[in-house]
């Protein structure tokens, strides 16, 4: 076996460990709704094939997570949710534009249909959905722009988030 061989193997076992870790913590501190989203979102870092945004940025949603459980406030599904979005569009977009905005949406659809069987109103939804479309756009946007970029690529994904959270202002 080649240094470079043992060097994928070691990545991939660490990229699995990673995802059992994100995981389990989603499952025992969110609940299913959190954990499926992460899985989501991690189902399309592998097929992106991408190392944008670099692997660390994708754990970092489970802030999003302790701070929904420290506050006691649900509200922060709603970043949690954006900043996984906007990891899978940033990674696919590395490949393909219109790729990394469906993978993005998959994420917000998932998150929308997890907030209809939540119960949220009709304004809610419209709300969500609406400010989820414009941060999901803009994450595209940015991330055909800035394609191939590491430091660009982690900066757009902690902006869509700061603009998820901004948006629960509405």
């Known amino acids: 076996m080649t240094d470079q061989a043992r060097g994928q193997g070691l990545r991939s076992v660490a990229f699995l460990l990673a995802e059992a870790a994100f995981l389990a913590v989603a499952h025992i501190f969110g609940g299913p709704t959190w954990t499926i989203l992460g899985g989501l979102a991690f189902f399309g870092r592998i097929v992106s094939g991408s190392r944008q945004p670099p692997l660390a940025v994708l754990p970092a949603a489970l802030l999003w997570l302790a701070a929904s459980r420290v506050t006691g406030s649900r509200e922060y599904f709603f970043p949690y949710s954006m900043h996984l979005a906007a990891c899978v569009a940033v990674a696919l977009c590395q490949r393909n534009t219109w790729l990394g905005g469906l993978g993005g949406l998959g994420i917000v659809v998932a998150f929308m249909v997890a907030r209809v069987l939540q119960q949220a109103t009709p304004r809610v939804l419209l709300v969500e959905g ?14 055909t722009k800035f394609r191939g970029r590491s430091a660009a690529s982690t900066a757009i994904v902690a902006a869509a988030t700061a603009l998820a959270c901004a948006g629960l202002a509405l």
């Open 130 to 143: 609406a400010v989820a479309g414009l941060i999901l756009g803009t994450v595209v946007f940015a991330a």
